[in-house]
């Protein structure tokens, strides 16, 4: 009997699940495919922009988490260029693979609206580790240039603008307020006119959430100094200032914005059933109705829970996703039925910046300020952990003489 063939296309957060559901069985032949070799651990973006952790911190060895569970597992740096559903072939930059069964997990990219005029060019984003990284050395740059022209006195404003008051929104904002605040205690220079704006179209922060949560986030961005700029659509931006509503003005020297995702591009040529965020419809087996064998989870795909509910792009929601689809591609492999997904997210939890969080849990459990961020630090810590203790036996099976190998001159 011929193993079955399964490839995995991203490894985020549902990828990554997946993958942790599907090696362990040994029934089939996993290929899981990024044009990245790690996982990017975005819900922790908000520190490393914020000095507060190093990169290494936000990252997971693809190639070692791999290699842990056996030959049967195998990465591969690559992009998917092309997808032939009929003869179930993936085509990529440099690789092609054949498949029984495929597993979308390519993610979402931030929604640049294409009616904002200048929006892409003069903005920033974080969800990938690149732009992170990118926007953390260009704002330290723009900071020092500043403080260097104006002899370590900034007499002029820097302004930091983020548009978008959703939970990445609110959680770089408070995160920056935060380090600034260190940042003119540490130093004798004197930079204490930095002011950071987050640019929200709704009434409040956290549009749609509990009311805890909204209340308590909007709190603490308040006690760090954040000005909430609410109603306000942006309209156009341009190099250093941006139009909201039509005709107010706001002057910045660097500009973040987080204002919704839509999915990866991998869903534009293909010819099914989308939402308006270009998100792949998917049944309540999170399989990809069009075509045999594909299932979809995390961003790319339209997720809801059992009641038929929208549930927001959040990490949680992914892993429950691609913990799913892998379960249901597992019974297909061993004869037996599909289980109906269940995703429902247990919870929230903002960082709002140092030692400071707001957690909602189960529907009953609530805490903020330094209770709540240990509780946040010790779930996130727990999930890194287990990912770096499996990624430790992957090391263990890269060959000695591949490992202490040298660079020859």
Known sequence: ??????????????????????????????????????????????????????????????????????????????????????????????????YDYMLLCTGSRTAYNGATEGLRQHSHG???????????????????????????????????????GGLSGVEIAAEMAHYIRIFHKDNTLTCDNIHIFLIIPHETVLEGMEEYLIKHATKRLLQLGVKIINHSRITSVEEHALIINGSEAVCFDFMIFTGGIVASTLTVGMNVAKNKKSQLIVNEYMRVSEYEGVFAAGDIAELRDPEGKLVPPTAQGAEASGISAAKNI????????????????????????????????????????????????????????????????????????????????
């Open 330 to 409: 597992l019974a297909l492999i061993q004869g037996k039925p599909m289980i109906r997904s269940n995703i429902r997210l247990k919870g929230m939890m903002i960082a709002l910046g140092g030692g400071y969080a707001s957690i909602s849990l189960l529907g009953w459990m609530r805490f903020s300020g330094m209770i709540g961020y240990a509780i946040k630090t010790i779930i996130m810590r727990g999930y890194r952990y287990l990912l770096h203790r499996q990624c430790a036996k992957g090391v263990e099976r890269i060959p000695q003489s591949k490992r202490n190998c040298r660079m020859r001159f």
């Open 1 to 98: 009997m011929n193993r079955k063939r399964v490839i995995i296309v991203g490894g985020g957060y549902a990828g990554v699940e997946a993958l942790k559901i599907l090696a362990p069985s040994g029934e089939c032949d996993i290929v899981l495919i990024d044009q990245h070799p790690y996982h990017y651990l975005q819900t922790e973006a908000y520190e490393l922009i914020a000095n507060e952790c190093s990169m290494t911190r936000v990252m997971i060895d693809l190639v070692a988490l791999c290699l842990s569970y056996g030959e049967h597992v195998t990465y591969i740096k690559d992009t998917i260029r092309e997808i032939d559903y009929e003869s179930k072939r993936i085509i990529g930059q440099i690789s092609g693979h054949s």
């Open 126 to 164: 974080v969800k990938t580790l690149q732009s992170a990284l990118s926007f953390k050395q260009q704002f330290e740059q723009r900071l020092y240039s500043r403080l260097e022209s104006e002899g370590g006195w900034c007499a002029e404003p820097f302004n930091i603008v983020i548009g978008g």
